[in-house]
């Protein structure tokens, strides 16, 4: 028997969705048992049409999919991502901390930021762990022409235009993987006797059936929300920030170099993204509306844009997005699963919207059900873990929040007051007092962000671990180990400063057909 997967929205979430589960099950031939995967979607609502930061995860998502990556760079605009750069966060000024998307030299083996921390050095931990930050200082590529698709010198994601990545996932999975696509308005569900979604009543007087219904309406959140109403459990309390202004900003030139991080400059209440695709920058201050008015971001906004000389000088004024920081109770409901937006949203800081969409999609196509029974424990599974995804997403974002010493506004210092920190982040906190965080923090079947992550923003936001205690005592034999993975980190810097290329350079390349392929580049050797 075929078994018919209906995606209602046509968003980033709607078709990664589709690709990912169209990419592994094959649609029915002649009437034979397969998997129709149908999205629809309304000609009348918009995309978001933001979103342009991912984790690396995206190049397993692209390949698994059967996406080149070079059609994929060229066709969305898209450049290289290695990471966060954090400016201002701890003091407000002059001083900046790297998120790396490459793990501290050893991990999983030696834990380095035990060892740094106990040797007091001047180098910040990000430096002694990785050379990735001080490539991305000076703009340069995490790989070279000759590396393959998808390889890498050192660990990267993607910035990308966010309306041409839904066009590429759109060709793609209709022309390739088979994909129905549908365009129609919902406006109402016809329920089985049971509870379920039978099929979807569409403005023009049709009807959709399907056995699983996922849930990719954005804000509307129209099946779970409007049709199941299942309880949005808000997070402002924790995260302040409510509404963001988005710019398209154009380069003053075409040479202009392209950073291959996503720079998070901290403002008065909130903070500015700054992303750079070859053909432009998108820029945006997400703030708290209860902390600042819509003026005075508009002005700190244009304060970021007029101080930045490889920009041009007009801007356009910039679009408005409000939005409510929290996430369902629970997210698959009888046959309906929500994906995306729908799901949840809180501020794009380390941009773990995308990267969500990506895991819940892989887990539902992975464990698809057969028959509702097997549909309500695949239910219960996908429901415990996405809430755990939604508590680490809550936690580490406030993490780069609560170590702040800026005391500037109330904004900052409200961020400090431990009613606004999650229990489960206090405890963590009051743990790490005392032991660097490792291996153990969380269960890595289902976690998103390791402790390589909690390392960089805690020691980049210099925390201080008292690391004069029996624990690591023991790991003294090790110090010598450490001590020789810093010294390597630095003769790595060195040579990788001398041999990758820029990345607008590499960028170059890609576009005009002269990137991956052998012996492009003298003199470098991967
Ligand atoms: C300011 C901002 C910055 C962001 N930055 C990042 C980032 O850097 N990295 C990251 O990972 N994420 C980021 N995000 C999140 C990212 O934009 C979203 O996760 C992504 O766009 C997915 O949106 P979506 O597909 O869930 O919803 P949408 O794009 O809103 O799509 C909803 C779809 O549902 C359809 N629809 C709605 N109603 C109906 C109806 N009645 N009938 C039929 N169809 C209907 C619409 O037509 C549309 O196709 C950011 C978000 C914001 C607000």
Redesign the pocket.
Known sequence: MSQVIVI???????WLTAGIIAAKHSPPEDGGPGTRVVL???PD??????????WPTMRDTLRRIGISEAEFLRSCDASFKQGSQFIGWKKGQGESYYHPFNAPSGYGNINLAAHWQDAHTETGFGDAASPQGRVCDRGLAPKKPQTPEYAFVLNYGYHLN?GKFVELLRHHCVDTLGVEHRL???EGIVAAENGDIAALQLASGETIAGDLFVD?????A?LIGEHYNIPFEPQRDYLFNDT?L?VQAEYVSEDAPIASVTRATAQSAGWIWDIALPSRRGI?Y?FSSQHTSIDKAEDELAAYLEADPTLAEVQPSPRK?E?QPGHRETFWHRNCVAV???AG?VE?LE?????L?ERSAEWISEQLPGDSAAMAVVARRFNEITREHWRSIVDFLKLHYVLTERRDSDYWRDHRDTETVPESLQEALSLWRTSVPWLYESNHRIELFSSASLQYVLYGMEFATDTNNSRYRQWSRDAEIASRLIRDNNVQAETLMASLPTNRDLLNRVRHGSAHRQSQLDGCED
């Not at 209602?8 to 979430?13: E, F, I, P, R």
């Not at 609502?45 to 991912?54: K, S």
């Open positions: 209602v929205g046509g968003g980033s979430a709607g629809l979607e309304s609502v918009p995309n978001l049409g933001v979103g342009e930061g991912t966010a129609g308005h919902v990719c309406t954005g804000f509307a129209l963001a988005a945006g997400v997005i939005f995306g937006v729908s949203f794009p941009a773990t919207a995308l990267v969409i």
